[in-house]
């Protein structure tokens, strides 16, 4: 199964709202809503962001929010701060027991 | 809270077999809401899902390492364990063990810090 695409590096000026694309296929995100989002400073481990597409665990800001048409899911930052530079990866099932993750981009806050 | 800790060698040599344990606290390693799971990252690279382990002692890896990987739950010291044999260089890179539900395994809310496990002669 490969690797779900995500762009290598987006950037955004604080404040601004950015967006995230990750591109699967039929067969892992356009199946199921299955989909959750990680953010990682290194080299801490990841932070879940959002799961089942669009829900955030407690303690996560809402500024992060997650959505999906079709096979690409997206992760929306909105309001960027300083602290939300990071590397941002995306997950889906694929299959019913296998996991996949995207490349990890790269957000940097200008 | 849930803690999660992987011990093992940072330093495996080629076509051995890397053996990391993970000890859980803070949480009960036989529920049935969780899979007990390995997460890895390649040096300067992305996330690698390698596989998962449910209490009773229900497999599931990624099919790319599926022939190489070995995982079990010991609940008596509510820990449980990756064994990756035939190691290559490529398999170099810092293991995570975590905590996934079981009904949607991409949710991954616990991870542990991690260790680096280096492949080399």
């Known amino acids: 199964q490969s690797a779900l695409t995500q762009p290598a590096s987006v950037s955004g000026s604080p404040g601004q709202s950015i967006t995230i694309s990750c591109t699967g296929t039929?067969?892992?995100?356009?199946?199921?809503?299955?989909v959750s989002w990680y953010q990682q400073h290194p080299p801490k481990p990841p932070r879940l962001l959002t799961y089942?597409?669009?829900k955030r665990p407690s303690g996560v800001s809402s500024r992060f929010s997650g959505s999906k048409s079709g096979n690409t899911a997206s992760l929306t930052i909105s309001g960027l701060q300083a602290e939300d530079e990071a590397d941002y990866y995306c997950?889906?099932?694929?299959?019913?027991?296998?996991?996949?993750f995207g490349g990890g981009t790269k957000v940097t806050v200008l | 809270q849930v803690h999660l800790q992987e011990s093992g060698p940072g330093l495996v040599k080629p076509s051995e077999t890397l053996a990391l344990t993970c000890s859980v606290s803070?949480?009960?390693?036989?529920?049935?809401?969780?899979?007990w799971g390995w997460i890895r990252q390649s040096p300067g690279k992305g996330l690698e899902w390698i596989g998962n382990?449910?209490?009773?002692?229900?497999?599931y890896s990624n099919p790319s390492l599926k022939s190489r990987v070995f995982m079990s739950v010991d609940t008596s010291k509510s820990q449980f364990s990756l064994s990756l044999s035939s190691v290559i260089v490529a398999d170099t890179a810092v293991y995570y063990c975590?905590?996934?539900?079981?009904?949607?395994?991409?949710?991954?809310?616990?991870w542990g810090h991690g260790i680096l496990v280096n492949v080399s002669s």
């Open positions: 803070g949480a009960s390693i036989t529920s049935g809401s969780y899979f």
């Open positions: 975590v905590r996934q539900r079981s009904m949607d395994p991409t949710t991954t809310q616990y």
């Open positions: 382990v449910y209490y009773g002692g229900i497999t």
């Open positions: 089942e597409v669009n």
């Open positions: 997950c889906s099932n694929a299959g019913t027991t296998n996991v996949i």
């Open positions: 039929s067969s892992d995100i356009g199946s199921h809503d299955f």
